[in-house]
């Protein structure tokens, strides 16, 4: 069945330095969110990307969706202690049209 | 605006129980969507209905069932619970719709089954 893998599963920075975490599905996705969740806490979305290699920034984060529509990454710049949580990638299969969730990354970052 | 609000919070059941949660979404969204939590299985698409009507469906067995009332208040039964049924019960609420919109999750509830 359709999968959606996260690597890293976990990953610790110091605060300063850059994080990426990768996402890659089995099947090509219709688009591709990600969602932050802070120990704790709920899900927040933060972005969904579309397009066959778009790129979108907010501030310190990137965000890339591959040219195959199969993977996304999201990099933060300069980690700062705010950052810490879980990232998930969720897509939607587009012969599938199944929703499923990425494994998530969780990023502990220490001062 | 008042963001998404489940109830109860907390909940213990035992096997053989049934459960019914509720979930109040954001005003004027009409897609509510539900998500199992589990460590072992992470975040799972339950449903999502969409103007009371179920528009997509995860692979959960059919002892989970929803319903989606006029208002967009949304509640979530599990029949016949199971050991494995305890998770964080999330619910999220969007415009369009959960797959294509920005979705607002609430504070889920979380179910433990003895």
């Known amino acids: 069945g359709q999968q959606v893998m996260q690597i890293p599963q976990y990953q610790h920075v110091q605060e300063g330095e850059d994080f990426t975490t990768y996402c890659n599905s089995s099947t090509t996705l219709s688009n591709i969110q990600w969602y932050k969740q802070r120990p704790g806490g709920h899900p927040v979305f933060l972005i969904q990307?579309?397009?066959?290699?778009e790129v979108k920034k907010q501030k310190r984060l990137t965000f890339q969706f591959g040219e195959a529509k199969k993977n996304s990454s999201l990099h933060i710049t300069a980690t700062q202690t705010t950052d810490v949580g879980t990232y998930f990638c969720?897509?939607?299969?587009?012969?599938?049209?199944?929703?499923?969730f990425g494994t998530g990354t969780r990023l502990k970052v220490l001062a | 605006k008042a963001g998404v609000t489940q109830t109860p919070r907390y909940l213990i059941k035992t096997r053989g129980q049934q459960v019914t949660l509720s979930c109040s979404p954001i005003s004027g969204h009409r897609s509510v969507s539900w998500y199992q939590q589990t460590p072992g299985q992470g975040l799972q698409f339950l449903f999502e209905?969409?103007?009371?009507?179920?528009?997509n469906k995860g692979n959960f067995p059919g002892r989970f069932s929803g319903r989606q009332f006029s208002n967009s208040r949304s509640e979530m039964n599990v029949s016949t619970l199971e050991l494995g049924d305890s998770a964080l019960y999330l619910c999220?609420?969007?415009?369009?719709?959960?797959?294509?919109?920005?979705?607002?999750f609430g504070p889920g509830t979380r179910l433990t089954v003895l």
């Open positions: 990307l579309v397009k066959s290699g």
């Open positions: 999220a609420s969007s415009l369009a719709g959960s797959f294509t919109d920005t979705q607002y």
């Open positions: 209905y969409f103007s009371e009507t179920q528009r």
């Open positions: 969720a897509g939607q299969g587009r012969r599938t049209y199944k929703y499923i």
